[in-house]
């Protein structure tokens, strides 16, 4: 099941970033703006694939998480940025800086190390409330805070840093919430599943994060908000996977290479965002 999970990750992975990639590419071309540029859009192959490859990432998570542990899907999701880079750069015909590829290593050679040390386990599908009202109110109240400090006037790359952070928290809840939503349609079919409070959080959650992570790009450079996001997503992700869903890790000597690990993935996507603006993909 585990194994299963996992390879339904990176394939969520690889479609969010020919998502991405097909949407940027139809986007970079387009001449009208607000609802205009939808209906400019719509009419784009490229866009059609684009809109595609969001939808078959959902879904693809969505099995993830019904087979494996947060602690597990989330951190895979890391694979996403090195993914859409070797999709974009062909398709806007551009190519990738040497220093790029060194990046992609970097983050696929830490998400490896991380992982083959922590062995994350335990797939528990549903928690208790008691369990989920403090984790909504320690997570709503990080993401409010950081977008308080994150307020107009601040240096943009703080800036940039807070608005990712708060949207990496939103993604990790959405999952949480989203993991334990799919649970209730495999468990109990699809009546349990419109009826469940998760199914609407993890709607609620999955917005906000998006709307989040809009002004995070907005804010400052890719090269502060990236980390940010990415590192914030995989650590909340376990927190929760181990609170709410009873998910374990193995610890002692075992952290010394997860940490080895995090850094890895850490240089690599500050090295794979210093390749996006130097392609101009990003600000």
């Known amino acids: ?53 969001v939808i078959g990432a959902a879904l693809f998570q969505s099995l993830a998480l019904v087979n494996g542990p947060l602690a597990l899907v989330q951190p895979l999701f890391i694979l996403e940025l090195p993914f859409a880079l070797l999709v974009v750069s062909p398709l806007m015909h551009r190519r990738l800086p040497g220093l790029g590829w060194w990046g992609v290593a970097g983050v696929v050679a830490g998400l490896a190390l991380c992982l083959a040390s922590a062995a994350p386990h335990g797939a528990d599908d549903q928690a208790p409330i008691t369990r989920w009202t403090p984790v909504l109110a320690l997570c709503l109240g990080s993401m409010a805070a950081a977008v308080v400090l994150a307020r107009p006037g601040r240096p943009a790359v703080l800036r940039a840093a807070l608005l990712g952070a708060a949207a990496a928290i939103g993604n990790a809840l959405t999952a949480a919430l989203l993991k334990s939503a799919t649970g209730t349609f495999a468990d109990h079919g699809l ?76 240089a690599g996507v500050v090295v794979l965002s210093r390749a996006v603006q130097v392609l101009g993909l990003g600000r």
């Open 191 to 266: 009546t349990a599943f419109l009826t469940s409070w998760q199914t609407y959080g993890f709607a609620l959650a999955g917005v906000a994060a998006l709307l989040l992570l809009e002004n995070a790009l907005q804010a400052g450079p890719l090269v502060a908000s990236q980390p940010a996001l990415t590192i914030g997503d995989a650590t909340v992700s376990l927190a929760l996977g181990i609170v709410l869903f009873d998910e374990q890790i193995r610890t002692g000597w075992w952290l010394v290479p997860v940490l080895l690990g995090v850094l890895l993935i850490l």
């Open 1 to 53: 099941m585990i194994e299963l999970a996992a390879v339904f990750a990176v394939a969520g992975a690889a479609s969010n970033a020919v998502g991405t990639a097909f949407q940027r590419k139809a986007a970079s071309t387009a001449s009208k703006g607000g609802l205009r540029l939808l209906a400019e859009l719509v009419r784009r192959p490229a866009w059609v694939i684009g809109m595609a490859g």
